[in-house]
C-alpha cells in the first residue's frame, strides 16, 4: 500500500453512513468546523479543576466525603492497635487490587482519558462518600425497618438483596450526579458515565472488601488475621469485575442517557433499561441464596447464569456507548484525511466494530495486520492530541503525524507547529 502524503492526498472522506461530511463537495474549512464542534460537544481535552467555591456541588461532595472519612476511622480506630496485621493485610491486598482493576479500566479508555484528578475524586466518592457517608448507616436503618416489619428470619434472608441495591446504587449515583455539576464541559457521553461509574464502583468495592476483611478478622477473635483477610478479601477481589463496578457503570451510562447532555440527546427509555439493568443485577447477585432457598434452584447455577447475562449486558451497553465516541472520533480525524496523514479507509475503521474488523481482515498477512493495528493506535494517539490541543498543530500533534507515517513505512510533510486550530 502506498504512503500518503500531502502532496498525494488520500481519497476525500466519506462516511458509510452516507453523509456528506468529507466528500468532495466539502471543503477543508468545513472539515476543520466539524472538528472544532466535535472536539467542543465532546469536552476532549478539556481540564477538570476539582475545587469550585461558587459551585454548591462541590461543598456537597467535599461535606460527603469528609463525613465518610471521620465514620471509617471513628469505626477502625479501637481495632487498629490489636488487629494491626489484618490492618496491613488487608490494605495491602487492596492497593494491590486497586491499582489491577484501575489500570484494566484506564486501558478501556481508549478516545480520550480522564483526567486524573476527575478519576480520583470518583474513586473517593465510592470509598469514603457512599460507602461509609451514606451506605453503612442507611442499610442499617434500612435492614432494621425490614426486620420490625416482615420479622427476623424473612430479614435475614432478604435485607441484603432488597436494601444494599437500592441504598448502595443510589449513593454512588449522587456522587456521579454532583461530578456532573462539577464537570459540565468534561462529562458529555454515556462512555464517560461508563468510565467513571466504573472507578466509583471500585473503590466501592475495594473499601467494602477492606471492612469485611477486617470484620472476619474481627469475628475469630484475632486469630490467624493475616490469613483470614488474605482469604476473604482475596475471593471477593476476583468477582470484583461482576460486582460493584460494573453495577456503578451501568447506573452511571444510564444516568447520561437520562440526564442527557450537549453530546447526546435524551435516550429516557435507554437509560431507565440501563440503570435496571444495574440495580437488578445487584440485587440478584446480594439474593443468590434467598433466591436458590425459595425457588428450588441451585444458587451456584444462579449465580453462574447472573454471572454470563451481566458480562453481557456490560458488553453490550460498552458497544452502545462506545459508539458515539467513534463518531466524535471520525469528525475529528476527517481533516487528517484531506492532509493525507491518513486514509479513508483507515479513519472508517473507526466507524464501528465492524468496520475495524474488515479492514483488519483485508491484510495480506500477519504481518500487515500488525501494521495495520499500529497504525490505527498511532491514528488514535493523534486523535487525543488534536482534541488535547484544541484541533491546533502543536508539537504533540506533529509527531502523532510523523508516528502515524512511521508505523506504516513512510512519511509525511507537514506544516511546523501553531498554536491555533489548523
Known amino acids: 500500500m502506498s504512503t500518503p502524503t500531502h502532496a498525494d492526498p488520500s481519497p476525500a472522506y466519506e462516511p458509510e453512513d452516507g453523509s456528506t461530511t468529507g466528500s468532495t463537495t466539502d471543503s477543508r474549512t468545513e472539515l476543520v468546523r466539524r472538528r472544532q464542534d466535535a472536539i467542543e460537544v465532546s469536552g476532549w481535552g478539556e481540564p477538570f479543576r476539582f475545587w ?38 488487608g490494605a495491602a491486598i487492596a492497593v494491590i487490587s486497586t491499582l489491577g482493576w484501575g489500570w484494566w479500566f484506564h486501558h478501556l479508555d481508549r478516545f480520550e482519558r480522564q483526567p486524573f484528578n476527575v478519576v480520583l475524586a470518583c474513586f473517593l466518592w465510592g470509598g469514603l462518600g457512599a460507602t461509609f457517608g451514606i451506605a453503612t448507616s442507611a442499610n442499617g436503618a434500612l435492614g432494621s425497618l425490614y426486620a420490625k ?26 456522587g456521579f450526579i454532583l461530578l456532573l455539576g462539577m464537570a459540565r464541559r468534561l462529562v458529555r457521553t454515556p462512555a464517560d458515565g461508563l468510565f467513571l461509574g466504573a472507578f466509583i464502583g471500585l473503590g466501592f468495592q475495594t473499601f467494602e472488601d477492606f ?19 488474605t482469604n476473604g478479601i482475596g475471593t471477593r477481589i476476583l468477582s470484583d469485575v461482576v460486582s460493584h463496578p460494573m453495577f456503578s457503570a451501568l447506573v452511571c451510562a444510564g444516568l447520561v442517557y437520562l440526564i442527557g447532555t450537549p453530546a447526546q440527546p435524551r435516550r429516557a427509555g435507554r437509560g431507565l433499561l440501563l440503570v435496571a439493568a444495574g440495580v437488578g443485577f445487584h440485587l440478584v447477585l446480594d439474593s443468590v441464596l434467598a433466591l436458590g432457598a425459595d425457588t428450588g434452584i441451585s444458587s451456584l447455577f444462579i449465580f453462574i447464569v447472573e454471572i454470563a447475562v451481566s458480562l453481557g449486558v456490560l458488553w453490550y451497553a460498552f458497544r452502545l456507548t462506545d459508539g458515539r465516541e467513534r463518531e466524535l472520533a471520525r469528525d475529528i480525524l476527517a481533516p487528517e484525511v484531506a ?15 465492524k468496520q475495524r474488523r474488515a479492514y483488519l481482515k483485508a491484510s495480506a498477512d500477519r504481518r500487515e495486520r500488525r501494521r495495520r493495528k499500529h497504525v490505527l493506535a498511532a491514528a488514535l494517539d493523534l486523535c487525543t492530541d488534536l482534541a488535547d490541543a484544541n484541533g491546533a498543530s502543536t508539537a504533540d500533534v506533529v509527531a502523532s503525524r510523523a508516528d502515524v507515517a512511521r508505523v506504516r513505512g513512510g512519511a509525511v510533510a507537514q506544516p511546523e507547529p501553531t498554536t491555533t486550530p489548523a
Not at 467535599?62 to 469505626?75: D, E, K, R
Open 211 to 229: 471492612l469485611y476483611a477486617i470484620g472476619g478478622a474481627t469475628g475469630s477473635f484475632g486469630s490467624d488475621q493475616v490469613g483470614l483477610v
Open 149 to 174: 416489619l416482615f420479622g427476623a428470619a424473612w430479614s435475614a434472608d432478604w435485607q441484603a438483596g432488597l436494601s444494599a441495591p437500592f441504598v448502595e446504587e443510589s449513593a454512588k449515583a449522587a
Open 52 to 89: 469550585q467555591p461558587r459551585n454548591a456541588c462541590t461543598w456537597v461532595f467535599v461535606a460527603l466525603v469528609v463525613t465518610g472519612l471521620f465514620n471509617m476511622v471513628h469505626m477502625f480506630t479501637p481495632l487498629a492497635g490489636y488487629y494491626a496485621p489484618a490492618f496491613t493485610a
Open 339 to 353: 492532509d493525507g496523514v491518513l486514509t479513508a479507509e483507515e479513519v472508517e475503521a473507526f466507524a464501528g466494530h
